[in-house]
């Protein structure tokens, strides 16, 4: 059974770090897209950054550049968003989902994630 588990999100204050973990079960990491997307309350979900299969190439969102910095341990079989300058409005939930092999390339949009979601992990930057 294909399964994703977000962890390591809390509360931090602006400027602060969080690294948060997406552990997958079920399937081989490194042969799929994994995507980070998050959903503030009242607000639509956005797509946060991805990561491609075996090349790991990485994609971010124009918010998040320069801060965010995703990576995969295959031998963990995990992928971390190391998050750094957190914002007040990076408060939110983050998932990460799967759904479509590829080699080096990934994709922003939700659309193509139809593979499996994690439950969501909370993130809340305040002071």
């Known amino acids: 059974q294909v399964q994703l588990a977000e962890s390591g999100g809390g509360l931090v204050q602006p400027g602060g770090s969080l690294r948060l973990s997406c552990a997958a079960s079920?399937?081989?990491?490194?042969?799929?897209?994994i995507g980070w997307f998050r959903q503030a309350p009242g607000k639509e979900r956005e797509a946060v950054s991805c990561?491609?299969?075996?090349?790991?190439?990485?994609r971010y969102v124009d918010s998040v550049k320069g801060r965010f910095t995703l990576s995969r341990v295959n031998a963990k079989n995990t992928v971390y968003l190391q998050m750094n300058s957190l914002k007040p409005e990076d408060t939110a939930v983050y998932y990460c989902?799967?759904?479509?092999?590829?080699?080096?390339?990934?994709?922003?949009?939700?659309?193509?994630?139809?593979?499996?979601w994690g439950q969501g992990t909370q993130v809340t930057v305040s002071s």
């Open positions: 989902a799967t759904g479509y092999r590829t080699s080096d390339w990934c994709s922003l949009d939700a659309a193509r994630y139809g593979g499996s």
């Open positions: 990561i491609s299969g075996s090349a790991g190439s990485t």
């Open positions: 079920g399937f081989t990491l490194d042969s799929y897209a």
